[in-house]
């Protein structure tokens, strides 16, 4: 999958998100990192956190284009 049809599905989840990246970690198409910074994350567990982007990643984790996802979350303010 390309990354910047991840990016793109991130970005519709997290419009305001200070820092959103994905990475490609072995050039393979289906391991990625993603690294999101957001202010929606504020008062949210880590664990609360990383179920939203999985949720706004769902249909490629669901079908099997995501075989590994390392996820780095990050709270900000405004």
Same mark, same amino acid.
């Given at each position: 999958? =390309?990354? %910047? @049809? +991840?990016e793109s599905l991130l970005r519709d989840a997290f419009p305001a998100a200070a820092e +959103? @990246?994905?990475e490609d970690r072995t $050039?393979?198409?289906d391991?990625? #990192?993603v690294t999101v910074a957001s202010d929606r994350f504020? $008062? +949210?567990t880590l664990? %609360? #956190?990383h179920r939203l982007v999985n949720e706004a990643l769902a249909e =490629? +984790? @669901?079908d $099997?284009?995501?075989h590994e996802l390392r996820i780095k979350t990050r709270r900000t303010t405004r």
């Open positions: 999958m =390309p990354v %910047d @049809r +991840l +959103l @990246r994905v $050039g393979g198409g391991h990625f #990192q504020d $008062g +949210l664990l %609360d #956190q =490629p +984790l @669901r $099997g284009t995501i």
